[in-house]
Protein backbone atom coordinates (compact mmCIF):
# COMPACT_ATOMS: atom_id res chain seq x y z
CA UNK A 1 0.00 0.00 0.00
CA UNK A 2 1.19 3.42 -0.72
CA UNK A 3 0.45 6.88 0.40
CA UNK A 4 0.44 9.31 -2.46
CA UNK A 5 -1.40 12.25 -2.39
CA UNK A 6 -1.47 14.62 -6.05
CA UNK A 7 1.35 17.36 -6.74
CA UNK A 8 0.42 20.51 -8.15
CA UNK A 9 3.38 20.59 -10.80
CA UNK A 10 4.71 23.60 -11.57
CA UNK A 11 4.55 25.00 -15.53
CA UNK A 12 8.25 24.92 -16.01
CA UNK A 13 7.76 25.61 -19.95
CA UNK A 14 5.88 28.89 -19.24
CA UNK A 15 8.55 30.67 -17.25
CA UNK A 16 9.10 34.37 -18.17
CA UNK A 17 12.78 34.74 -18.42
CA UNK A 18 15.63 32.00 -18.76
CA UNK A 19 17.74 31.17 -15.55
CA UNK A 20 20.79 32.77 -15.65
CA UNK A 21 23.30 29.18 -15.24
CA UNK A 22 26.58 29.60 -16.65
CA UNK A 23 28.04 26.07 -18.86
CA UNK A 24 30.78 27.23 -19.38
CA UNK A 25 32.82 26.61 -16.11
CA UNK A 26 33.77 30.35 -15.56
CA UNK A 27 34.06 31.68 -12.14
CA UNK A 28 30.67 33.22 -11.22
CA UNK A 29 30.31 36.78 -9.70
CA UNK A 30 31.90 36.22 -6.05
CA UNK A 31 28.19 36.70 -4.83
CA UNK A 32 25.59 34.26 -6.88
CA UNK A 33 25.86 30.84 -5.95
CA UNK A 34 25.66 28.15 -8.65
CA UNK A 35 23.10 24.63 -7.90
CA UNK A 36 22.36 22.03 -9.48
CA UNK A 37 19.03 19.94 -8.32
CA UNK A 38 16.70 17.49 -10.24
CA UNK A 39 13.33 19.03 -11.73
CA UNK A 40 11.30 19.74 -8.66
CA UNK A 41 7.75 18.12 -9.33
CA UNK A 42 6.13 20.69 -7.50
CA UNK A 43 6.84 24.73 -5.86
CA UNK A 44 3.58 24.56 -3.45
CA UNK A 45 4.24 24.43 -0.11
CA UNK A 46 1.93 22.87 1.21
CA UNK A 47 2.35 19.80 -1.41
CA UNK A 48 5.50 18.53 -2.02
CA UNK A 49 6.85 15.42 -1.81
CA UNK A 50 9.90 15.47 -3.50
CA UNK A 51 13.64 16.69 -2.19
CA UNK A 52 14.23 19.38 -4.99
CA UNK A 53 10.54 20.56 -4.42
CA UNK A 54 11.66 20.83 -0.76
CA UNK A 55 14.58 23.02 -1.21
CA UNK A 56 13.08 25.85 -3.66
CA UNK A 57 10.02 25.94 -1.46
CA UNK A 58 12.26 26.27 1.70
CA UNK A 59 13.84 29.23 0.03
CA UNK A 60 10.93 30.98 -1.02
CA UNK A 61 8.82 30.70 2.25
CA UNK A 62 9.79 30.95 6.23
CA UNK A 63 7.79 28.65 8.43
CA UNK A 64 6.37 29.46 11.96
CA UNK A 65 8.88 27.61 13.44
CA UNK A 66 12.10 25.40 12.94
CA UNK A 67 11.17 22.02 15.32
CA UNK A 68 13.71 19.72 16.36
CA UNK A 69 12.18 16.34 17.02
CA UNK A 70 14.96 14.99 19.16
CA UNK A 71 14.75 17.68 21.66
CA UNK A 72 11.48 18.94 21.37
CA UNK A 73 13.36 22.38 20.72
CA UNK A 74 11.17 24.84 18.98
CA UNK A 75 13.26 28.32 17.62
CA UNK A 76 10.97 30.19 16.42
CA UNK A 77 10.66 31.80 12.79
CA UNK A 78 8.07 33.94 11.33
CA UNK A 79 6.48 33.35 14.88
CA UNK A 80 7.44 34.94 18.19
CA UNK A 81 5.84 32.57 20.07
CA UNK A 82 3.73 29.10 20.01
CA UNK A 83 2.38 28.61 23.53
CA UNK A 84 -0.46 27.17 25.78
CA UNK A 85 -1.60 26.95 29.42
CA UNK A 86 -3.50 24.08 28.73
CA UNK A 87 -2.31 22.17 26.21
CA UNK A 88 -5.93 22.69 24.38
CA UNK A 89 -5.94 26.61 23.65
CA UNK A 90 -3.13 27.68 21.60
CA UNK A 91 -1.77 31.13 20.78
CA UNK A 92 0.95 32.01 18.00
CA UNK A 93 2.23 35.41 17.89
CA UNK A 94 3.90 36.39 14.82
CA UNK A 95 6.91 38.82 14.43
CA UNK A 96 5.99 42.03 13.53
CA UNK A 97 6.98 43.42 9.82
CA UNK A 98 6.53 40.68 8.50
CA UNK A 99 5.97 40.80 4.17
CA UNK A 100 5.85 39.13 0.93
CA UNK A 101 7.93 39.13 -1.77
CA UNK A 102 5.07 41.37 -3.30
CA UNK A 103 5.46 44.03 -0.49
CA UNK A 104 1.43 42.62 1.47
CA UNK A 105 1.84 42.20 5.00
CA UNK A 106 1.96 38.71 6.46
CA UNK A 107 -0.80 38.48 8.96
CA UNK A 108 -2.47 36.26 11.21
CA UNK A 109 -5.92 36.09 8.62
CA UNK A 110 -3.07 35.16 5.91
CA UNK A 111 -2.31 31.65 8.27
CA UNK A 112 -6.17 31.23 8.91
CA UNK A 113 -7.08 31.92 5.28
CA UNK A 114 -4.58 29.89 3.33
CA UNK A 115 -5.11 26.91 5.48
CA UNK A 116 -8.74 26.80 4.81
CA UNK A 117 -7.92 26.61 1.24
CA UNK A 118 -5.43 24.00 2.02
CA UNK A 119 -8.39 22.04 3.50
CA UNK A 120 -10.35 22.70 0.47
CA UNK A 121 -7.68 21.52 -2.14
CA UNK A 122 -6.87 18.09 -0.43
CA UNK A 123 -3.32 18.91 -0.43
CA UNK A 124 -0.58 17.24 1.52
CA UNK A 125 -0.99 19.94 4.31
CA UNK A 126 -4.72 19.14 4.85
CA UNK A 127 -3.29 15.39 6.92
CA UNK A 128 -2.04 18.42 9.61
CA UNK A 129 -4.78 20.52 9.77
CA UNK A 130 -7.58 17.72 9.38
CA UNK A 131 -6.03 14.68 11.30
CA UNK A 132 -3.39 15.36 13.27
CA UNK A 133 -4.38 19.42 14.97
CA UNK A 134 -7.47 18.55 15.49
CA UNK A 135 -8.66 22.19 15.78
CA UNK A 136 -11.98 23.02 16.23
CA UNK A 137 -10.81 26.50 16.10
CA UNK A 138 -8.81 28.61 14.23
CA UNK A 139 -8.93 32.50 14.31
CA UNK A 140 -6.88 35.62 14.17
CA UNK A 141 -7.95 37.56 17.15
CA UNK A 142 -5.59 40.64 15.88
CA UNK A 143 -3.01 40.82 12.70
CA UNK A 144 -0.13 39.15 14.54
CA UNK A 145 -2.06 36.38 16.59
CA UNK A 146 -3.65 32.80 15.42
CA UNK A 147 -5.60 31.58 18.62
CA UNK A 148 -6.15 27.49 17.83
CA UNK A 149 -8.61 25.95 20.56
CA UNK A 150 -8.84 22.11 20.23
CA UNK A 151 -10.51 19.22 20.64
CA UNK A 152 -8.51 17.67 23.40
CA UNK A 153 -4.96 18.62 24.77
CA UNK A 154 -1.39 18.23 22.45
CA UNK A 155 1.71 19.10 23.06
CA UNK A 156 2.73 18.25 19.64
CA UNK A 157 1.33 21.52 18.15
CA UNK A 158 4.84 23.57 17.96
CA UNK A 159 6.08 20.33 16.12
CA UNK A 160 2.74 20.30 13.41
CA UNK A 161 3.06 24.08 13.40
CA UNK A 162 6.24 24.14 11.94
CA UNK A 163 5.77 22.06 9.26
CA UNK A 164 7.10 23.80 5.60
CA UNK A 165 3.24 23.41 4.32
CA UNK A 166 1.62 25.22 6.97
CA UNK A 167 3.16 28.86 5.50
CA UNK A 168 0.77 31.59 4.22
CA UNK A 169 0.03 32.48 0.52
CA UNK A 170 -1.02 36.00 -0.39
CA UNK A 171 -3.89 37.36 -0.41
CA UNK A 172 -4.12 38.08 -3.73
CA UNK A 173 -3.55 33.96 -4.77
CA UNK A 174 -5.94 33.23 -1.84
CA UNK A 175 -8.62 35.54 -3.98
CA UNK A 176 -7.97 34.08 -7.72
CA UNK A 177 -6.89 30.53 -6.87
CA UNK A 178 -5.55 30.37 -10.03
CA UNK A 179 -2.71 28.01 -8.47
CA UNK A 180 -1.32 26.87 -11.76
CA UNK A 181 -0.49 30.65 -12.95
CA UNK A 182 0.41 31.31 -9.14
CA UNK A 183 2.86 28.40 -8.58
CA UNK A 184 4.52 29.21 -12.03
CA UNK A 185 6.34 31.79 -10.13
CA UNK A 186 4.95 32.06 -6.56
CA UNK A 187 5.02 34.96 -4.07
CA UNK A 188 6.58 33.62 -0.58
CA UNK A 189 7.30 35.00 2.78
CA UNK A 190 11.44 33.70 2.71
CA UNK A 191 14.41 34.43 2.42
CA UNK A 192 14.88 34.71 -1.56
CA UNK A 193 12.45 35.75 -4.02
CA UNK A 194 11.62 33.97 -7.78
CA UNK A 195 12.71 36.22 -10.28
CA UNK A 196 10.96 35.52 -13.77
CA UNK A 197 9.96 31.72 -12.96
CA UNK A 198 11.29 28.53 -13.90
CA UNK A 199 12.65 27.39 -17.34
CA UNK A 200 13.12 23.64 -18.11
CA UNK A 201 16.72 24.16 -17.32
CA UNK A 202 16.58 26.09 -14.02
CA UNK A 203 16.03 28.93 -12.54
CA UNK A 204 17.04 32.19 -10.50
CA UNK A 205 16.80 33.36 -6.88
CA UNK A 206 17.19 36.37 -5.62
CA UNK A 207 17.69 37.00 -1.73
CA UNK A 208 15.48 39.90 -0.27
CA UNK A 209 17.41 40.91 2.75
CA UNK A 210 21.25 41.89 2.52
CA UNK A 211 23.54 39.02 3.87
CA UNK A 212 27.55 39.67 3.87
CA UNK A 213 29.24 36.64 2.95
CA UNK A 214 25.89 35.14 1.80
CA UNK A 215 24.92 34.38 -2.06
CA UNK A 216 22.72 37.20 -3.20
CA UNK A 217 22.08 35.10 -6.76
CA UNK A 218 21.05 31.39 -6.39
CA UNK A 219 21.32 30.37 -10.04
CA UNK A 220 19.58 26.92 -9.88
CA UNK A 221 20.37 24.51 -12.73
CA UNK A 222 18.29 21.21 -13.06
CA UNK A 223 19.80 18.35 -14.39
CA UNK A 224 20.10 14.50 -13.59
CA UNK A 225 22.40 13.15 -10.19
CA UNK A 226 25.43 11.99 -12.39
CA UNK A 227 25.47 15.05 -14.55
CA UNK A 228 25.21 17.67 -11.74
CA UNK A 229 28.08 15.70 -9.69
CA UNK A 230 30.49 16.15 -12.69
CA UNK A 231 29.66 19.69 -13.21
CA UNK A 232 30.24 20.32 -9.41
CA UNK A 233 34.12 18.49 -10.33
CA UNK A 234 34.14 20.34 -13.47
CA UNK A 235 33.93 23.89 -11.96
CA UNK A 236 30.02 24.30 -14.15
CA UNK A 237 28.38 24.21 -10.32
CA UNK A 238 28.83 25.49 -7.05
CA UNK A 239 27.03 22.69 -5.43
CA UNK A 240 24.54 19.25 -6.02
CA UNK A 241 21.99 18.75 -3.79
CA UNK A 242 22.19 14.67 -5.09
CA UNK A 243 24.62 12.23 -5.08
CA UNK A 244 23.88 9.27 -7.67
CA UNK A 245 24.22 5.76 -5.68
CA UNK A 246 27.20 5.08 -7.67
CA UNK A 247 29.23 8.06 -6.96
CA UNK A 248 28.81 7.53 -3.30
CA UNK A 249 32.20 6.17 -2.57
CA UNK A 250 34.21 8.50 -4.75
CA UNK A 251 32.37 10.98 -3.07
CA UNK A 252 35.08 11.10 -0.12
CA UNK A 253 37.66 11.11 -2.35
CA UNK A 254 36.13 13.83 -4.69
CA UNK A 255 34.95 16.44 -1.99
CA UNK A 256 37.22 15.29 1.05
CA UNK A 257 35.17 17.15 3.77
CA UNK A 258 32.74 19.31 1.02
CA UNK A 259 29.58 16.53 1.77
CA UNK A 260 26.96 16.14 3.88
CA UNK A 261 24.04 13.66 4.23
CA UNK A 262 20.64 14.16 5.84
CA UNK A 263 17.61 12.35 6.16
CA UNK A 264 14.94 12.67 4.24
CA UNK A 265 10.55 12.73 5.42
CA UNK A 266 9.82 9.75 4.37
CA UNK A 267 9.42 6.08 5.36
CA UNK A 268 9.17 2.72 4.62
CA UNK A 269 7.60 -0.36 6.24
CA UNK A 270 6.24 -3.98 5.38
CA UNK A 271 2.66 -3.94 6.96
CA UNK A 272 0.80 -7.60 7.98
CA UNK A 273 -2.50 -7.91 7.24
CA UNK A 274 -3.74 -8.45 11.02
CA UNK A 275 -6.86 -9.88 10.65
CA UNK A 276 -6.00 -12.42 7.99
CA UNK A 277 -5.49 -16.11 9.50
CA UNK A 278 -2.14 -16.83 8.86
CA UNK A 279 -0.49 -13.73 10.15
CA UNK A 280 -2.94 -12.52 13.01
CA UNK A 281 0.24 -14.09 14.84
CA UNK A 282 2.67 -11.82 15.73
CA UNK A 283 5.24 -14.79 16.26
CA UNK A 284 4.39 -15.05 12.62
CA UNK A 285 5.26 -11.14 12.04
CA UNK A 286 8.57 -11.28 13.48
CA UNK A 287 9.60 -14.63 11.24
CA UNK A 288 8.85 -12.61 8.55
CA UNK A 289 10.68 -9.60 9.71
CA UNK A 290 13.78 -11.40 9.97
CA UNK A 291 13.75 -12.66 6.52
CA UNK A 292 14.31 -9.46 5.11
CA UNK A 293 17.76 -8.36 4.07
CA UNK A 294 17.66 -4.72 4.24
CA UNK A 295 21.19 -4.19 3.19
CA UNK A 296 20.93 -6.39 0.07
CA UNK A 297 18.11 -4.29 -1.01
CA UNK A 298 19.61 -0.90 -0.08
CA UNK A 299 22.69 -1.55 -2.51
CA UNK A 300 20.74 -3.00 -5.27
CA UNK A 301 17.19 -1.81 -6.15
CA UNK A 302 17.42 0.85 -3.95
CA UNK A 303 20.60 2.11 -5.59
CA UNK A 304 21.55 3.55 -1.89
CA UNK A 305 19.57 6.22 -1.62
CA UNK A 306 18.19 5.20 1.72
CA UNK A 307 19.36 3.96 5.21
CA UNK A 308 18.36 1.06 6.92
CA UNK A 309 16.25 0.77 9.62
CA UNK A 310 17.20 0.68 13.20
CA UNK A 311 14.07 1.90 14.98
CA UNK A 312 10.31 1.51 13.84
CA UNK A 313 10.41 5.68 13.82
CA UNK A 314 12.61 6.91 11.38
CA UNK A 315 15.43 9.55 11.86
CA UNK A 316 13.14 12.44 10.38
CA UNK A 317 11.12 12.44 13.85
CA UNK A 318 12.34 10.28 16.00
CA UNK A 319 12.44 11.76 19.75
CA UNK A 320 15.98 11.06 20.26
CA UNK A 321 18.53 7.75 19.94
CA UNK A 322 16.98 4.04 21.18
CA UNK A 323 18.83 2.60 23.67
CA UNK A 324 17.96 -0.78 22.79
CA UNK A 325 18.54 -2.61 19.47
CA UNK A 326 15.26 -3.28 17.11
CA UNK A 327 15.23 -6.82 16.48
CA UNK A 328 12.88 -7.29 13.83
CA UNK A 329 15.03 -4.26 12.08
CA UNK A 330 17.86 -7.58 11.34
CA UNK A 331 18.58 -9.79 9.26
CA UNK A 332 18.55 -13.41 10.47
CA UNK A 333 16.52 -16.05 8.26
CA UNK A 334 17.49 -19.20 10.75
CA UNK A 335 15.93 -17.21 13.50
CA UNK A 336 13.02 -16.19 11.22
CA UNK A 337 12.47 -19.79 9.83
CA UNK A 338 12.38 -20.88 13.50
CA UNK A 339 9.60 -18.68 14.59
CA UNK A 340 7.52 -19.89 11.58
CA UNK A 341 8.20 -23.21 12.53
CA UNK A 342 7.37 -22.51 15.80
CA UNK A 343 4.32 -20.87 14.92
CA UNK A 344 3.27 -24.13 12.69
CA UNK A 345 3.11 -21.45 9.71
CA UNK A 346 1.58 -23.62 6.74
CA UNK A 347 4.18 -24.32 4.02
CA UNK A 348 1.20 -22.59 1.96
CA UNK A 349 1.78 -20.06 -0.90
CA UNK A 350 2.20 -16.19 0.34
CA UNK A 351 1.25 -13.50 -1.81
CA UNK A 352 2.87 -10.01 -1.18
CA UNK A 353 0.35 -7.25 -2.04
CA UNK A 354 0.01 -5.30 -4.85
CA UNK A 355 2.16 -1.87 -5.30
CA UNK A 356 3.26 1.07 -7.25
CA UNK A 357 6.50 0.32 -5.39
CA UNK A 358 9.57 -0.99 -7.25
CA UNK A 359 11.25 -2.23 -3.88
CA UNK A 360 8.20 -5.12 -2.94
CA UNK A 361 8.94 -7.49 -6.00
CA UNK A 362 12.48 -8.07 -4.70
CA UNK A 363 11.94 -8.23 -1.39
CA UNK A 364 9.03 -10.43 -1.55
CA UNK A 365 11.48 -12.90 -3.64
CA UNK A 366 14.05 -12.38 -1.28
CA UNK A 367 12.07 -12.79 1.96
CA UNK A 368 9.60 -16.06 1.11
CA UNK A 369 13.37 -17.70 -0.09
CA UNK A 370 14.62 -16.79 3.38
CA UNK A 371 11.38 -18.06 4.78
CA UNK A 372 10.99 -21.15 3.07
CA UNK A 373 7.88 -20.72 1.83
CA UNK A 374 6.72 -20.07 -1.90
CA UNK A 375 5.55 -17.04 -3.54
CA UNK A 376 1.90 -17.16 -4.56
CA UNK A 377 1.12 -15.78 -8.32
CA UNK A 378 -1.92 -14.54 -6.99
CA UNK A 379 -3.41 -12.04 -5.14
CA UNK A 380 -4.42 -12.80 -1.37
CA UNK A 381 -4.00 -11.54 1.86
CA UNK A 382 -0.24 -11.44 2.71
CA UNK A 383 2.04 -8.27 3.49
CA UNK A 384 1.91 -5.37 1.67
CA UNK A 385 4.17 -2.04 0.77
CA UNK A 386 3.55 1.11 3.05
CA UNK A 387 5.65 4.60 1.74
CA UNK A 388 5.14 7.46 4.03
CA UNK A 389 5.40 10.68 2.87
CA UNK A 390 6.05 12.83 6.06
CA UNK A 391 4.51 16.73 6.16
CA UNK A 392 5.91 17.09 9.70
CA UNK A 393 8.69 15.85 11.99
CA UNK A 394 6.01 14.98 14.50
CA UNK A 395 5.71 11.41 15.47
CA UNK A 396 2.33 11.16 15.69
CA UNK A 397 1.62 11.26 12.20
CA UNK A 398 3.89 8.13 11.47
CA UNK A 399 2.11 6.23 14.70
CA UNK A 400 -1.58 7.56 13.36
CA UNK A 401 -0.97 6.31 9.69
CA UNK A 402 0.57 2.99 10.60
CA UNK A 403 -2.35 2.43 12.84
CA UNK A 404 -5.16 3.62 10.30
CA UNK A 405 -3.52 1.33 7.39
CA UNK A 406 -2.64 -2.29 9.43
CA UNK A 407 -6.31 -1.51 12.29
CA UNK A 408 -4.16 -2.48 15.02
CA UNK A 409 -5.40 -2.26 18.23
CA UNK A 410 -4.37 -3.66 21.46
CA UNK A 411 -4.83 -3.31 25.30
CA UNK A 412 -3.92 0.47 26.26
CA UNK A 413 -2.17 1.52 23.21
CA UNK A 414 -4.75 3.44 22.36
CA UNK A 415 -4.44 5.63 25.79
CA UNK A 416 -0.23 5.13 25.60
CA UNK A 417 -0.42 7.45 22.10
CA UNK A 418 -2.95 10.01 23.27
CA UNK A 419 -0.67 10.43 26.45
CA UNK A 420 2.42 10.55 24.45
CA UNK A 421 0.29 13.21 22.07
CA UNK A 422 -0.89 15.15 25.19
CA UNK A 423 2.60 15.26 27.08
CA UNK A 424 4.72 18.58 26.58
CA UNK A 425 6.81 18.24 22.89
CA UNK A 426 10.02 18.50 24.80
CA UNK A 427 9.00 15.71 27.30
CA UNK A 428 7.60 13.55 25.15
CA UNK A 429 10.20 11.39 23.89
CA UNK A 430 9.86 8.68 26.75
CA UNK A 431 6.94 7.93 26.01
CA UNK A 432 7.17 7.76 22.18
CA UNK A 433 9.52 5.09 22.67
CA UNK A 434 7.33 3.87 24.80
CA UNK A 435 4.56 3.45 22.11
CA UNK A 436 7.37 2.39 19.90
CA UNK A 437 8.12 -0.27 21.60
CA UNK A 438 4.44 -1.84 22.07
CA UNK A 439 5.09 -1.65 18.03
CA UNK A 440 8.03 -3.73 18.18
CA UNK A 441 6.46 -6.13 20.51
CA UNK A 442 2.97 -6.81 18.19
CA UNK A 443 4.73 -5.50 14.90
CA UNK A 444 1.53 -4.75 12.67
CA UNK A 445 4.75 -3.15 10.47
CA UNK A 446 8.05 -4.09 9.43
CA UNK A 447 10.47 -1.56 9.94
CA UNK A 448 12.39 -1.27 6.33
CA UNK A 449 14.14 2.09 5.72
CA UNK A 450 14.00 5.76 5.24
CA UNK A 451 15.73 7.98 2.29
CA UNK A 452 18.37 10.25 3.09
CA UNK A 453 19.98 12.54 0.47
CA UNK A 454 23.54 14.09 -0.21
CA UNK A 455 25.03 17.18 -1.12
CA UNK A 456 28.41 18.09 -2.43
CA UNK A 457 30.09 21.60 -2.79
CA UNK A 458 33.15 23.58 -4.42
CA UNK A 459 36.05 24.94 -2.64
CA UNK A 460 34.79 28.14 -2.46
CA UNK A 461 31.32 27.37 -0.73
CA UNK A 462 30.97 27.24 2.88
CA UNK A 463 28.23 26.95 5.40
CA UNK A 464 26.69 23.78 3.55
CA UNK A 465 23.81 22.53 5.98
CA UNK A 466 20.71 20.92 5.47
CA UNK A 467 17.29 19.68 7.11
CA UNK A 468 14.77 17.20 7.21
CA UNK A 469 12.23 19.39 6.14
CA UNK A 470 13.67 21.88 4.36
CA UNK A 471 16.84 20.38 2.13
CA UNK A 472 20.14 22.44 1.68
CA UNK A 473 19.40 25.84 3.45
CA UNK A 474 20.45 28.15 0.78
CA UNK A 475 19.90 31.14 2.94
CA UNK A 476 23.23 29.99 5.09
CA UNK A 477 25.62 29.17 2.77
CA UNK A 478 28.34 31.63 2.42
CA UNK A 479 30.41 31.85 -0.70
CA UNK A 480 34.17 33.52 -1.86
Same mark, same amino acid.
Given at each position: ????????? #?????ALIAAG???????? $????????????????????????????????????????????????? @???????????????????????????????????????????????????LKGLLR????? $???????????????????????????????????????? *???????????????????? #???????????? #????????????? &????????????????????????????????????????????????????????? &??????FALGVD?? @??????????????????????????????????????????????????? *??????? /?????????? $???????????? *????? /???????????????????????????? /????????????????????????????????????????????????????????????????????????
Amino acid at each position: MTMRLRLLA #PLLAAALIAAGCSESGESP $APDVLRVGLPAPASTNPADVHDDAGRLVTSALWTPLADYDPATGKTTPR @AAESISSADRTTWTVKLKDGGKFHDGTPVTAQSYVDTWKAVEQEGWQGSRVLKGLLRAKEIT $APDPLTIRLVLDRPSGQIPALLSSPALVPLPASALASRDW *ARFFSLPVGNGPFRLEGGFQ #PTGAKLVRVADA #PGKARVIELKIGD &ATALYDGVKSGKLDLSTVVPGERHDAMHADFAQRHVMWALPNVSYLGFPLTAPHFSD &ATVRHGFALGVDRA @ALEAGVLDRQVDPAKSLLPPAVAPGERSSTCRPCTFDAGAGKSLLTQAEFP *AAPVHFG /QSQSRWLRPL $AEQTAKAAGVPL *APEPG /QGPFAIDLDLVTPSPQEVLTKIVELTGY /QSDGFADLLKSAEETEAADSGEVYRLVENQLLRDLPVAPLWSGHEHAVWAERVGEVKATTFGGVDLSAVTVR
